[in-house]
C-alpha cells in the first residue's frame, strides 16, 4: 500500500490572501504613481516655489520621496508577483520586508502629512486607521510566511 503525503502544498488556503494583497500592489500604486506625477507637473508650483499660494520648503522633496517610494512599491509588488508564481524560496522573506518597508513608510506619510498644509487632493493617506489595519495585515502576513507549513512546502524553487 502506497503511503498519500498529505502536507500541505500550492496556492491554497490562507496563501490565496496574500496572493490577494500582493496582486492588489500593483494595481494601487500604478494610479497612484501617475496621480503623483500629474499633480507634480500641473499644481506643484503654489508649493514649491517661494509666494506661492501654499508654499512650504518642504514640499519639494516631499513629493520626490512620494513620486520614488510609489515608483518603488510598483515595481517591488511586480517583482514579488514574479517571485511567487515561480514558487521562489526568496519570496516569503522578501515579502516580509517589502510589507515592513511599506508599513515604514506610511508612517512617515502620516506623520509628515499631519504637519503640512494640503493643497493638494488626498493621494492615499488614511490616517491612524489605515495604519492600524496595515499594521494588522503586516503582523499577520509576516506571521503566516515565516510559521505555515503551506508556504514551507510550495516555496521550495
Known sequence: MQKIDKTPEGFRGWLILVMMLLISTPIVYLPRFVLIFLIARERATGATSPGGAVYGPPWTPLMFFE???SFFSFTCGVVLIYFFFKKKRSFP????IFLFCQCVLGCFRYLISEHMPQPFP???????????SFLI???ASAAYLRFSKRV?????L
Open 93 to 96: 522573506p522578501l515579502m516580509t
Open 137 to 139: 495585515i503586516l503582523v
Open 152 to 156: 514551507r512546502n510550495t516555496f521550495v
Open 67 to 69: 513620486f520614488l517610494s
Open 122 to 132: 488626498s493621494i492615499g493617506h488614511g490616517g491612524m486607521p489605515s495604519l492600524l
